[in-house]
């Protein structure tokens, strides 16, 4: 069982790794303040060749450049799953949880833990055997996405990537989707 400080440790220490992550991702497009003999003055970023349009929605995200659409799905599916975890491990530390919900609670730990590792072996076993640039594998518990970033796939490397699924995760539905790289 672990100490109240250790878990707390490791909280903060997976907060800062993605924090860290986060702005080393993020995009260099942002107001940036500087302090310069006790006064504060804001500057503006520019960005060369990207233009505007008055047509861009909010939850648009397609703005995003296709290197980072994936990263960015996984760093969305990453902070929900520490979410969860840190929910989950807060109930393991707590003095009125009993031992039923500690037990239950350490258990979907492993499984979120176990679910990460899966798509992240299936997502190598993709790349190596197919030899995509890039593969998103999610599973939501009844089904596995997977979205390869090609421009076309032949139903050959479909069956292909579907058999994978069901040899990591069993007989589970899998949905093949590809991202265009357009290059």
């Known amino acids: 069982m672990l100490k109240k400080q250790t878990v707390w440790l490791l909280t903060m220490l997976s907060l800062m790794i993605v ?34 349009s008055d047509e861009t929605e909010v939850n648009n995200i397609s703005n995003l450049g296709k290197d980072e659409l994936f990263t960015t799905i996984r760093m969305e599916i990453q902070d929900e799953r520490s979410m969860k975890k840190g929910r989950l491990t807060d109930i393991v530390a707590s003095a009125s949880a009993n031992t039923d919900e500690k037990e239950q609670a350490l258990r979907d730990i492993d499984v ?66 590809f991202q265009p790289t357009g290059e």
């Open 112 to 177: 979120l833990d176990e679910l990460s590792t899966k798509e992240t072996i299936l997502e190598e076993q993709i790349i190596g055997a197919t030899g995509f640039q890039d593969v998103l594998v999610r599973s939501d518990g009844s089904k596995v996405h997977v979205h390869v970033k090609a421009d076309q796939l032949s139903e050959t490397e479909v069956v292909n990537i579907m058999q994978m699924v069901r040899d990591e995760f069993g007989e589970i539905t899998a949905e093949v989707n």
């Open 19 to 52: 924090l860290s992550v986060y702005y080393i991702i993020s995009p260099t497009s942002e107001d940036l303040a500087y302090l310069d003999d006790g006064q504060a003055t804001t500057e503006q970023t520019s960005t060369q060749g990207i233009e505007e």
